[in-house]
Structures are given as C-alpha cells and as structure tokens.
C-alpha cells in the first residue's frame, strides 16, 4: 500500500489527523463555540496536544443550507487565528473556497489550503496555490451548500466522483499547480446522500487509483447520526456520533487514507496509531 509524502507537511508514516477549529456562529456542529479568536486559537493548540497534525481553520460555514459571508468578514476571522497558531509552530490549513483568503492565510502562515470547492467556487484559486507552491486539497463538489442536496443525482456514485475528481485535477494541473501539491478528498456529505457516502468509503481503493493522497472528512456528518438513529427515527446529535467516526478513522486508514478530519482529536489520533501498527504486525 502507498505512503504518501506531501511536502511541507508531517509525515509519521501513519494516516495524519487533521483537527478542527470552525471560526463560525453557525457551523453544522460546533458553531459558535471557537468563534472568540483568542478562544480558537487555545482550541487549535488544545487539538494539537491531543494529537492532531495539522489544525483546519475555517471562516465559513458549508452545512447544507448555509449562506456565504463576505470576503471581509471571512478575512477578519480566519487570519488572526492561523498566524497566531502557526506563531507557535502549528501546522495550519486554510478552509477557503476564495483565492483572496487563502493567499492572506499563506502569508499568515498556513501550510495548506483546504478547498472543498476543488477550485470551481474561484477560478483564481488554481493560479494562486500554484504560485504559493503549498499542499492543496481538491474536493468533489457540485455546488455551494444552498442548493447541494439538489445535486445528489448519481447512477454510480464512485464512477462519477471518480471521474469528477479526476477533471478537477487535470484543470488544476493545467493552472500550473503541481502534482505533489494535489490532495484530494471525495466530499462526504457535499452533494452525496447517505447511501453515497457509504459507498464511496467502501471504495476508497478505487480513489486510491486516481494517484493522489486521500482524505476523509467523515466526523459527525449526517450519514452516520442517520445510522445511528433513534427507535423513533430522530438521527442522533452531531456530536454523539463521535464513536462511529473513529470505526471509520479506523477503516479509513486501513484503506490508505492519507488523513482524517475530525472534530475530537484524542480518540481518532489513538485510532490511526493502532490502524498503523495493525498494519505493520501484517505477515
């Protein structure tokens, strides 16, 4: 199985965790709770110390239904908080679809841009990682979050992700950026019904082919507290389904992921070390 290396990032010759920090009052899960910049910042070095790799910092909300904030307003949150933790030696990522905000969060001292876009929210963005020279995540998407759930259309979910994926690729490459930049990530819960979620995890080996590394941002989505619903129905809290997302940390790095995103740290960095030595006691 391939271990990825991507420059300018850790490499423990493990699955890395990526943690949380949602610089938002209205985040599907945890909005409002780091929204006080000196209040993220102890979170992301909070995250670091439980175990996270590199810490995802992020200014707007992409929960289905969420409406965009201004340029301005993502900017007034987000660069404070990332250079104060790359100031203390944090790996930070910019959780961006705007060229303008991540080029100030690469200034600020972030190290990668997570784009859940895949560059089609920005046509600037392609020109501007590749100019930067950072690590750079392409996501599946379809749509901004007002209007995703329309776009849950597949006839074969892996095939067309797959093939999706792989056009965003080529037309980031075509910008200039770099094959050792690209990261890619199939986007649980962007424009995917559960079952697509499902799918899509079971096949990470078919994603695996397209010869990227791979995330996987599957904590607390609403595939899981719809798995995990009540007698009556009701999907369990986003955060009660903490315990299955690290099932899928752990059969997510088994697959070859390359990293995870995950709200609670702790439990997913002790789930990809156990996955690793699993892995390594193989005959």
Known sequence: MTTWTVPGLPDPGRCLVMGVVNVTPDSFSDGGQWFDPEVAVRHGLDLVAQGADIVDVGGESTRPGAARVSLDEELRRVVPVI????????????????????????????????????????????????????????????GHSHDMDTRAMYSDVVGEVTEELRKRVDAVLAEGVAENQIIIDPGLGFAKKAEHDWSLLANIGELNRLGYPIIIGASRKRFLGRLLAGPDGTPRPFSGSDDATLAVTALAAQAGAWCVRVHHVRPNADAVRVAAAWKGGRR
């Open 83 to 142: 250079r104060a933790l790359a100031g203390q030696g944090v790996v930070v990522s910019v959780d961006t679809m705007r060229a303008e905000v991540a080029e100030a969060a690469v200034a600020a001292g972030a190290r990668l841009v997570n784009d859940v876009s895949g560059g089609l929210a920005d046509p600037a963005m392609s020109r501007l990682v590749a100019a930067s020279g950072v690590p750079y995540v392409v996501m599946h998407w379809r």
